[in-house]
């Protein structure tokens, strides 16, 4: 499918195709705009738009904040923002671009598609937001952000080489849980800690969690690898035509796209034309060291996944074990303390439930928000559902409902 966006301005791609090509990645100089375009318009939501919104939507709450948290507030309107768009868009490309769909293996590894690296770009930009966010407030949010910001812009940019071009809106779904940890974030800033909103969004926050990071993230994962795998073999086993030559398998590689055969309009016949259109910069091959790097990236992440995903089911079990039970000969003291505590060991299935998704839905935002949203700069402690639980007086009403 075409970029739906237009292309740059001439004058902006003379001036960015010199160092797009030195820098081997060569589609960069027909997205530049968009990489620009999505990074201030970040900027604009963190610096303009959500200090000046914020206070309007919340003024109980926003303007009570103080100014590291206001900080981490702004950071996260604007992971929200980016999470839910980039997701539609991603679904919107997956679900409608043909020519994607047809790309084969090898094809999928070398192959452009102009809907693809907008998904590269749109992500791009919103990295270079935050690594240079990351680096301002690095002694707020941590190394962990800072490092994570790096690494992603470095793994999104080989999109412009070509490289992988079809899997980045496969792989940009892991976000799809971001908006549910978002606003489980903002739902414990707002004083709605262990509401029934918060725990129907902890129910959406696991279930997309573990649907799109292990189940979809593994399963593409092992896809992605036997793609890079066979184009790395047919890179090692290619060789030149003289001893002068370059090696050049990109014949072995596309097949015949620009005729038209099975198109039915213009845009299909160039869509089609486009995926081999730089194939003359990706002609010697993958690069060894290109697929370890993106390997090791990806397993990685998988591996952060699954750890937090098991950190979730310990802490959904620790809530259901509950409390050791008192030795028989402990006398009861019938003061209110002991009798609020036994109503709290005589919770129902269903309060325990409850509980026990906060607690989950909290521990994926104390491990995983720390390391991405920068959750450690708050100076004041967030209203979490982790080991404190619910406060006193929401479980009196709870226990009465």
Known sequence: MLDPIPAPPEWLREIVDPWALRLNAPVLADHFHEVIVTFLAYLLIHYVL?????????PNHYPKLNKRTKLNWDVHVVSLVQSTFINAVALWVLFVDEERKSMTPAERVYGYTGSCVLIS???VGYFIYDLIVSTIYV???GIGMLFHAVSALWVFSFGYRPFVNFYAPVFILYELSSPFLNIHWF????????SSL??????????VFFCCRLVWGTWQSVIVYSDMFAALQQTWSASPTSPFGPVDIMAQVFQARDDGSVCINEACVRANAEISKYSKYTAGGVPTWLVLTYVTSNLILNGLNYYW???MVETVLKRFRGPAASTPQQAPVKDTKNHQDHNKENSTIEDLAQQAVLDAASKLEEEEGSLFLGD???????????DAGLSQDLRSRKTHT
């Open 198 to 207: 918060q725990w129907y969004n902890g129910m959406a926050l696991l279930a």
């Open 376 to 386: 450690n700069a708050d100076s004041q402690t967030a209203a979490s559902g982790v």
């Open 309 to 311: 995903f098991g950190k």
């Open 139 to 141: 002694n707020m949010f």
């Open 187 to 194: 739902l414990d800033k707002v004083n709605m800690t262990g």
């Open 121 to 123: 770009s749109l992500a």
């Open 50 to 58: 959500s200090p000046w919104l914020s206070p309007k939507l919340f």
